[in-house]
Each structure stands twice: as structure tokens, then as C-alpha cells.
């Protein structure tokens, strides 16, 4: 079978397919479930393997969650529109209010929050903090979970000479979080650069996120600046790509 643009589709991807464009077309609603494997195989005239096949699709997509004996159902998690540009002006996290909630008003938990001071950073952090040999840096780690779903993991990595006997070294940084405290440090950033990445995940990033190894991840890279151009911090995000949506919205 082709598609429109006469390209050969495998029965694999003729299944994936039909089952996403009934998703989207509402045919298939959050909570419902899909046709079994040995009814898809039936329908199109295949092996249950290739039915098979054709839903893992769908779950490395994260179309659907696939139980033991429950054969997939859709999933009801409403992706994260995270909107990159609101989500990191001073209006926001200056007036305490948790960046989250300029993406979509909903406000993630953090299940797993490690604070590590003194610590070696890598070389690349070091180089983008332009840290002296031997100077060290604060390490927190945070996993967040939305409606029960892990989606993002993140490390920021802070100089230590800059954050010492601050906040920025509790579990608890108040409100505003990490860049209010920067400011009342007198280090308020004033620029932001990000960079975006797509890559398949490690074993561990897998598991911390809970998805397949098949599906991949979004990597950001995010460094804030103070006004004198000094890099204060860097944070590194991994997300899962099946739970956010990236907007960015600027004057042309």
C-alpha cells in the first residue's frame, strides 16, 4: 500500500497509522480501548506479531500505556505546551510564582530532589560557568511529575562560591524559586540561552522517566546570565518527548 506522497507503507505502519488518525479523529477517546492484537491481525489480513508491532508504535509515541491483560488504551495525559519565552521573564519567577505556571497553569510535583554541594563539575559545565581549576560548583537535582507521570528530569549546576549559605543549597529554594534567589544575590539573570536537543535516552534516563528506551527524549541546555554577562547557572533538562509540546511565541 502507498501513501498520498506514493511512498510504500510496511502493513506495520498502515496499522500505526489508521489507529492514530482515529485518535485524532476522536473515534478513540482518553481511557478507551484499542482493538486487540488478534483483531487488528484478523481486520488487516496479518500476523499477531505485526498487530503487535503496530501498537508498540503507538506506546513508544505515547499514544497509549499498554498493561498485562488489558490490551492499550489511550492515554488521557494532556501534553505540556511549555512556552519557552513567558515561562522565563522576570515578571514571572520575580514575583515568586513558579515558571510552570506560565506554560499551561498546571504546576508539575518534584517527587526526587537531591542537593550536592562542592562538587567537581564536568568539563563542560566548567567551561560554560568559566570556573578556575579547583573551584567547585552546587548540584540540585530534581525529577518532576505531572498527574502521576514522570516528564522531566534536571540538574542545575550553580558556582559554589556564588550560592554558598544561600537557599539555592536547600531542598526548599521559596518562592520563585532558583533565579529569585540568584536576584536577591544581586546576580538576577538577565539573559537566557537555550539549547535543544533530540536523542534517544540512556538506561537510566528511561527509568527515571518511566518510557520505553525506544522513545526518545528532548534534551535543553539552558544557561542564565547576570547583567554583566557572567553565567550564573546551567540546566540541564531531560524531558520526555511524548509529554511536551515547545512554543515559542516573539515579535517578528
Known sequence: MTDATGTQRTKVQQIADDLKAAIEHGEYGPGDRLPGENTLAAHYG????TARRALRILRTEGLVESRKGAGARVLSFRPIRRRGIPRLARGQWGSGKTIW???DNRAPDVDQITVLQDMAPPQHIGDVLELAPGETVCVR??????EGRPVM???SYLP???VAGSPITQADTGPGGIYARLADL???????????RVR????????RLAIPSERSVIKVARTALDADGRAVEVNEMTMDSAAYVLEYAFDA
Open 46 to 49: 496479518v500476523a499477531s506479531l
Open 101 to 103: 505556571l506560565a506554560d
Open 141 to 146: 537535582s530534581r525529577r518532576y511529575v505531572m
Open 153 to 155: 528530569v534536571a540538574e
Open 160 to 162: 559554589q562560591a556564588l
Open 186 to 196: 544581586g546576580h538576577a539573570p538577565a539573559r537566557f540561552r537555550e539549547e535543544i
Open 200 to 207: 534517544m535516552p540512556s538506561g537510566e534516563e528511561a527509568a
